[in-house]
């Protein structure tokens, strides 16, 4: 390893320092201390062999993007220590070029070690929150290979809509109530993961009790959050009752006749309205095991046959405009 690049090893993170083929180079003692490997034990590995496999693919692609065009890259990892315990760190890669080489040097910190006082940035701390939580759904619905695409498109769609419905209404809900409902919509299923396969999958028609099932999973949900809530600190779910109404509420209907509890109209919270209407969207125009998938044009008739019975007639409205905006 060139000499150029050994100060970077005394800084008080931990340190990896790789070739331009990702092969380790050299670690601090930090970083040492953190997964439990050895320098000796682990240079000339390439880095990826400390991927945990529930870091989005999403995430890895916008890191390999980023350095490829020679720029750092800042996100949210979460890899496997030594001893096979899971670690989030929020860790910086910067290319660096030595005598016409390329190296990269990443910087971790893990997440579970800070401590209270340690000053993030608004917008690093939207993002790490952001990518937790994508890691926290994924997690749970890891059964569906094609899962983290379709949420990753319900917390985008949901975050537009929730823009433009605000400014539509005149809500005057403030950024951080925005956040709030589009971070926490990737949670939205995340009681499926209490569902067999046998009926989240089934191809045919489901019988009676199947469907009982089914609509039990708001409420696995609910008790999922209420779980993980009591392990971590609630900065990590900013607003846990948003969170909550989201997975619990968003298969209500405006008529009455959604589940579980048969609420109607604006009784029903208005982040599960926003959520419902953007996972029905997406859920008809992906492709499933055992459907097709519909055209924009065709959903979008579909929601608007369905508003005043399934849908808030003006978030409808405020739908429709986030696709006029788009074209």
């Not at 997964?35 to 062999?49: C, E, L, N, P, V």
């Not at 537009?160 to 409902?181: A, F, P, T, Y």
């Not at 971590?232 to 948003?242: A, Q």
Request: glycine share 6%.
């Amino acid at each position: 390893m060139p000499i150029e690049l050994a100060g970077y090893l005394k800084l008080g993170d931990a340190v990896i320092i790789t070739d331009q083929d990702h092969r380790i180079l050299d670690i601090n003692r930090y970083y040492e201390q953190t997964t439990g490997y050895t320098r000796d034990s682990i240079i000339g590995f390439k880095a990826g062999f400390l991927k945990s496999g529930i870091t989005p693919a999403t995430t890895y692609t916008s890191l390999k993007n980023e350095l490829r065009n020679g720029n750092p890259w800042s996100g949210v990892l979460t890899n496997r220590k030594k001893s096979g315990d899971v670690w989030h760190s929020s860790i910086t890669i910067t290319p660096v070029q030595v005598k016409n080489k390329s190296y990269f040097v990443g910087v971790f910190r893990e997440l579970e070690q800070l401590k209270e006082g340690v000053y993030l940035s608004k917008k690093k701390r939207t993002e790490t929150q952001r990518e937790l939580l994508k890691i926290l759904a994924i997690s749970c619905e890891i059964r569906d290979p094609s899962i983290e695409e379709h949420l990753s498109r319900v917390q985008t769609l949901s975050e537009k809509l929730v823009i433009v419905h605000n400014r539509r209404m005149q809500l005057g809900m403030s950024e951080r109530d925005i956040h709030h409902i589009a971070h926490a919509s990737i949670l939205h299923d995340i009681g499926k993961a209490e569902i067999p396969e046998g009926i989240l999958y089934k191809p045919g028609p489901l019988s009676p009790y199947e469907r009982t099932i089914i609509e039990m999973h708001p409420l696995m949900g609910a008790d999922i959050l209420n779980k993980i809530s009591r392990e971590i600190n609630n900065e990590f779910i900013s607003s846990l009752e948003v969170a909550e109404n989201i997975i619990l509420y968003h298969h209500e209907k405006w008529d009455g006749t959604g589940y579980p509890h048969h609420l109607k109209g604006e009784e029903i919270p208005l982040e599960a309205r926003i959520t419902a209407i953007v996972d029905v969207f997406d859920a008809l125009t992906s492709r499933r095991a055992y459907k097709d998938s519909w055209s924009v044009g065709r959903a979008l008739s579909f929601l608007n046959e369905q508003k005043g019975k399934h849908f808030d007639p003006d978030m409808v409205e405020s739908f429709f405009e986030c696709f006029v905006e788009r074209e």
